[in-house]
T-cell receptor, first 114, second 111 residues
Framework: KAGVTQTPRYLIKTRGQQVTLSCSPI?????VSWYQQTPGQGLQFLFE???????NKGNFPGRFSGRQFSNSRSEMNVSTLELGDSALYLC?????????????FGEGSRLTVL | LAKTTQPISMDSYEGQEVNITCSHN???????ITWYQQFPSQGPRFIIQ???TKVTNEVASLFIPADRKSSTLSLPRVSLSDTAVYYC????????????FGGGTRVLVKP
């Protein structure tokens, strides 16, 4: 069974640009959640989608957005990039997050903002 | 929101048992506790989950006292490959279902 796939794995952008990251969950998983990981702030929750609806959102500015498609694949977008957005962005899938705490993480997309 | 607190780091030696305690004082009745392991440049990996008392699987044990305000992950007979960051996560209503990870505990296993 294929795991969670994130693309791209690495990318470099400049300040002011925008970026879109993609996440393909494990087949059958309907919940996808996103996290930002930085050395200083640790793992921070961005948002969670379930059946194409955003169910929960962390404390990030509106520049961070996401969506989920009917096949459960998800994308997150960051607009007007800032240097502080440099981080490892992780997505995780689960059957239904509210019924199980078991998250399956992808390898992450490492974003560098110059 | 449920806030979790863990030690920042701990050292151990091969073959020893490692116990990591996480405090989650405002855990709600229906919340459960999950632990993850993360190696550098990889996503976290699920280790174990529990609600109360003790849970054991092939890699770890999780001890949760009656008041559930803390939990202890126990790694028996660690090896060098257990060097990683371990995260405690409370999932449920107290966390607003926001999946708030603690700061993680960096475990270094020495030969």
């Amino acid at each position: 069974k294929a795991g969670v796939t994130q693309t791209p794995r690495y990318l470099i952008k400049t300040r002011g640009q925008q970026v879109t990251l993609s996440c393909s969950p494990i087949s059958g998983h309907r919940s996808v959640s996103w996290y930002q990981q930085t050395p200083g702030q640790g793992l921070q929750f961005l948002f969670e989608y379930f059946s194409e609806t955003q169910r929960n959102k962390g404390n990030f500015p509106g520049r961070f957005s996401g969506r989920q498609f009917s096949n459960s694949r998800s994308e997150m977008n960051v607009s007007t990039l800032e240097l502080g957005d440099s981080a490892l962005y992780l997505c995780a899938s689960s059957l239904d997050l509210r019924n199980t705490g078991e998250l399956f993480f992808g390898e992450g997309s490492r974003l560098t903002v110059l | 929101l449920a806030k979790t607190t863990q030690p920042i780091s701990m050292d151990s030696y091969e073959g020893q048992e490692v116990n990591i305690t996480c405090s989650h004082n405002n855990i709600a009745t229906n919340d459960y506790i999950t632990w993850y392991q993360q190696f550098p440049s990889q996503g976290p990996r699920f280790i174990i989950q529990g609600y109360k008392t003790k849970v054991t699987n092939e890699v770890a044990s999780l001890f949760i006292p009656a008041d559930r305000k803390s939990s202890t992950l126990s790694l028996p007979r660690v090896s060098l490959s257990d060097t990683a960051v371990y995260y405690c996560l409370v999932v449920g209503e107290a966390a607003g279902n926001k999946l708030t990870f603690g700061g993680g505990t960096r475990v270094l296993v020495k030969p």
